[in-house]
C-alpha cells in the first residue's frame, strides 16, 4: 500500500513569523524516515500504511502542543492506493517525462 499525504500544520496566533514551528515539523517528518518533500505551501510525505500516515500528523500536532500552540490549523489530503510505495517521486517523474516530450 501506497500512502500520499499532502499536508499543512502550523499554530494559530503564536507569531507573525510561523517557520520556526513549520521546521520542527519537517525536521519530524525527515526523522521519521518516510520520504518527503517540502513545498511553499506544505509538505508531502508517503507512508506504507494508513495509521503510519495519520500517526505522524499526531506526532507534528504533539510537537506545536509540547511548544505552548494553544490552537493549530492544519490541511490534510490523502491519496490511498494499493500497489507498491514510490509514489511521491513517480507521479512527479511521469509528469515531467510528458512535458520534456512536448
Do not use: W
Amino acid at each position: 500500500m501506497s500512502v500520499l499525504v499532502d499536508f499543512s500544520i502550523f499554530p494559530v496566533g503564536q507569531a507573525e513569523h510561523l517557520s520556526p514551528y513549520v521546521a520542527s515539523v519537517v525536521e519530524l517528518i525527515a526523522d521519521s524516515g518516510y520520504n518527503y518533500q517540502l513545498t511553499a505551501m506544505g509538505t508531502l510525505f508517503e507512508t506504507d500504511a494508513l495509521g503510519e500516515a495519520l500517526t505522524l500528523i499526531e506526532r507534528a500536532y504533539a510537537l506545536l502542543a509540547a511548544a505552548g500552540c494553544k490552537r493549530v490549523y492544519a490541511t490534510v489530503k490523502l491519496d490511498i492506493r494499493e500497489g507498491p510505495s514510490g509514489r511521491l517521486t513517480r507521479k512527479t517523474a511521469a509528469v515531467e517525462a510528458r512535458l520534456s516530450q512536448g
